[in-house]
């Protein structure tokens, strides 16, 4: 390949986005909701004890959020839009390759994407000046911010390459973020609520006196219910784009041992799915210090984290995987000279 011809193909690319009037409009549209809720997190998390980490992860969520709606639809339609428009035939007759085409398409959708995520630097500046912001949480979360867009437009672009209609390209590549954020959302619930284990349950309680001493104790009661096992399929959450950066970002707790953004609140939660559930309970209220209180004792988030396994490179490791399968395929499709092309497809 050729980083000369590549290049090229990259400022050709930027310079007809950078043209469209529709471009200024996304970015006006992009910042003015990044506005609101950087606002509304300011208020909201303004009397917490860490309010600039919690601001910040909330612009960060919420840019991931916006870079995954946009695009796909910049990406979706980056070469069969050329080759409705007749300008990718004019390519193809050059010097350039069909792998530095496909490069340089990606590229560019990446570079376009992390245009979005510019405009969102200064709110997450903004959100450092209200302290409790760690160099190392901003460094992680950024560098996972670039490669989940990278991974988002490389999707685009592949199937752009794959298919012939710029409509149905769009639409896959939204499909497949759909099953990336919240695809993997549904199958962990259901498989989850699907694979269930019996509890059992033993419950005896006391009757007292007039001086509240125990007076005696009631017979046994013992009950079976069911309880959803999430801990067998916790791994189905691992190639979500918000798990993986949550997982991945280090977490600072407090003295209670919480965590003090919203990073390491969802690394918790998700994480407490790989703990197994009991598979007996016992409530014994004749036995001072072993009731209720006993069974409240619950780790805390940190003492959680430590305890469990990391996922975030496995999801990001399949993010890749499956981005580089597309590419292939788009390269497979996109090269010259074609044997088989779809019918009605334009060639110049």
């Known amino acids: 390949m050729s980083l000369d011809r590549i290049r090229t193909l990259v400022s050709l690319e930027l310079r007809q986005r950078v043209r469209s009037v529709a471009w200024y409009v996304l970015l006006g549209v992009y910042g003015l909701i990044l506005i609101c809720v950087t606002a509304l997190a300011f208020l909201a998390f303004s009397?917490?004890?860490?309010?600039?980490?919690?601001?910040?992860?909330?612009?960060?969520?919420?840019?991931?959020?916006?870079?995954?709606l946009v695009s796909p639809a910049l990406t979706g339609n980056a070469i069969n839009g050329d080759r409705e428009a007749a300008t990718l035939a004019p390519v193809q007759v050059t010097l350039a390759t069909t792998g530095e085409i496909v490069t340089g398409k990606f590229l560019a959708g990446w570079i376009t994407g992390l245009a979005f995520a510019v405009v969102a630097v200064p709110f997450m500046i903004l959100a450092t000046f209200a302290g409790g912001v760690s160099p190392l949480v901003v460094l992680v979360s950024l560098v996972v911010l670039v490669v989940e867009i990278a991974v988002i437009s490389a999707i685009g672009v592949a199937f752009s390459g794959i298919l012939a209609r710029p409509l149905f390209s769009v639409a896959c590549t939204y499909l497949v973020v759909a099953a990336l954020v919240l695809g993997t959302l549904i199958a962990f619930g259901l498989s989850g609520a699907a694979i269930r284990t019996p509890v059992a349950s033993s419950y005896r309680s006391a009757q007292y006196d007039s001086s509240g001493g125990i007076e005696s104790c009631d017979p046994w009661e013992k009950s079976t219910y069911y309880t959803p096992r999430y801990d067998q399929v916790w791994w189905m959450l691992a190639p979500n784009p918000f798990v993986i950066l949550a997982d991945a970002t280090p977490t600072a707790f407090d003295a209670n041992g919480n965590p003090t953004d919203l990073f390491g609140s969802l690394k918790a939660g998700i994480r407490s799915a790989q703990i197994a559930p009991k598979t007996s309970t016992v409530y014994d209220e004749c036995k001072p210090g072993n009731?209720?209180?006993?069974?409240?004792?619950?780790?805390?988030?940190?003492?959680?984290?430590?305890?469990?396994?990391?996922?975030w490179f496995v999801g990001l490791a399949l993010q890749v995987l499956l981005a580089g399968l597309l590419l292939w395929w788009a390269w497979s499709r996109t090269r010259t000279p074609a044997r088989r092309l779809p019918p009605g497809t334009r060639i110049a």
């Open 47 to 68: 009397s917490t004890p860490h309010p600039g980490a919690e601001i910040y992860s909330t612009v960060v969520f919420v840019t991931l959020l916006l870079a995954m």
């Open 291 to 311: 009731g209720f209180q006993a069974e409240e004792q619950q780790p805390t988030s940190e003492q959680i984290i430590a305890e469990t396994t990391p996922s």
